[in-house]
């Protein structure tokens, strides 16, 4: 069973900047797929970022494009999410998220909250305007 364990959310202003970070608890990015999802309250969880597991693609929501990266250090088994140009509406609880896609499947499937297995508790981002 893999963990995932989010942690670097907090309290920011508009136009700052965060990184968040998922610790799984075994060399799981050597072989998962690894996103972020978010969601905040009354709305559903929504697509943020991914990558695939060899790190040779990365997929982003609109919304996010050129202001968050995602990305990965496989020797501290760790995914980072940098945050950026933060607004208002990013403000939610951010997920990381691990499964076993694979390479040949479709951007969509990337981007689907089904297709992950795995999952971690979650870390809030608050941003203040």
């Known amino acids: 069973q893999v963990q995932l364990v989010e942690s670097g959310g907090g309290l920011v202003q508009a136009g700052g900047s965060l990184r968040l970070s998922c610790a799984a608890s075994?060399?799981?990015?050597?072989?998962?797929?690894m996103a972020w999802f978010r969601q905040a309250p009354a709305k559903e969880r929504e697509f943020v970022a991914a990558?695939?597991?060899?790190?040779?693609?990365?997929y982003y929501a609109d919304s996010v494009k050129g202001r968050f990266t995602i990305s990965k250090d496989p020797a501290k088994n760790t995914v980072y999410l940098r945050v950026s140009s933060l607004k208002p509406e990013d403000a939610a609880v951010y997920y990381c998220?691990?499964?076993?896609?694979?390479?040949?499947?479709?951007?969509?499937?990337?981007?689907?909250?089904?297709?992950?297995?795995?999952w971690g508790q979650g870390t809030q981002v608050t941003v203040a305007s």
């Open positions: 998220a691990g499964g076993a896609l694979s390479p040949f499947e479709g951007s969509i499937s990337y981007t689907t909250a089904t297709k992950y297995t795995y």
């Open positions: 075994d060399r799981s990015l050597d072989r998962y797929a």
């Open positions: 990558m695939k597991w060899d790190g040779s693609s990365t």
